[in-house]
């Protein structure tokens, strides 16, 4: 147990479905992050929010929509995904946006796109 | 940023201590030198951090030389469940936001 908890686990979606994935952190910590991890790939950074703001959206294609309501909710709103977005998505959160480097990462959503 | 050398894959067996070691030849002079694990189908988990010299705690050390181009975490008497993809990590989360992840090393413990 990490501190922060993903909804749903896994996740089945056709590409013209649109869905959610939530992120909850209970650790009092003013950044969360989401990343990708594709199969046989690194991890890769996709937007960061630091007290809610969000500072850095790398490069991700618009139908990946976050949203960030409070400190402790981050969400990844999904629509008209592709077959190559299928990934473990992950949210990690950290103390503030100095923070050295410890993440504290969910146990991830497991995307399928058919 | 710090880009990081890892080996792809590491057997080793239960007892034994192993021993990791990632190269970071350009490391910045504020750069932290981290190490994360990760079992699948989880996120990774933070393991051990340092800047310089040794560091250890309950679960494992980290030896630093002075240069700081290198690093190797060293994971005392392993089990089967030490086996897992290890990451190691070198930056500082300014405003750029960016630890470069690679590969990391799979650790495959045997009995």
């Known amino acids: 147990e990490t501190g922060v908890t993903q909804t749903p686990r896994h996740l089945v979606m056709g590409m013209t479905n649109k869905k959610s994935l939530k992120c909850e952190q209970h650790l009092g910590h003013n950044a969360m992050y989401w990343y990708k991890q594709s199969a046989k790939k690194p991890l890769e950074l996709m937007f960061v929010?630091?007290?809610?703001?969000?500072?850095e959206n790398n490069s991700v294609p618009s139908r990946f929509s976050p949203e960030c309501p409070n400190s402790s909710h981050l969400f990844l709103h999904l629509h008209t995904l592709q077959p190559e977005d299928s990934a473990l998505y992950l949210c990690a959160s950290s103390q503030d946006r100095t923070n050295t480097g410890e993440l504290f990462f969910g146990e991830g959503s497991r995307l399928t796109v058919l | 940023l710090a880009k990081t050398t890892q080996p792809i894959s590491m057997d080793s067996y239960e007892g034994q201590e192993v021993n990791i070691t990632c190269s970071h030849n350009n490391i910045a002079t504020n750069d932290y030198i981290t190490w994360y694990q990760q079992f699948p189908s989880q996120g990774p988990r933070f393991i051990i951090q340092?800047?310089?010299?040794?560091v250890t705690n309950e679960v494992a050390s980290l030896f630093i030389p002075a240069d700081r181009k290198s690093s190797t975490l060293s994971l005392p008497r392993v089990s089967l469940s030490d086996t897992a993809v290890y990451y190691c990590l070198v930056g500082v989360m300014d405003s750029n936001y960016q630890l470069i992840w690679g590969a990391g090393t799979k650790l495959i413990i045997k009995p």
């Open positions: 340092g800047y310089k010299t040794k």
């Open positions: 929010y630091s007290l809610e703001e969000r500072v």
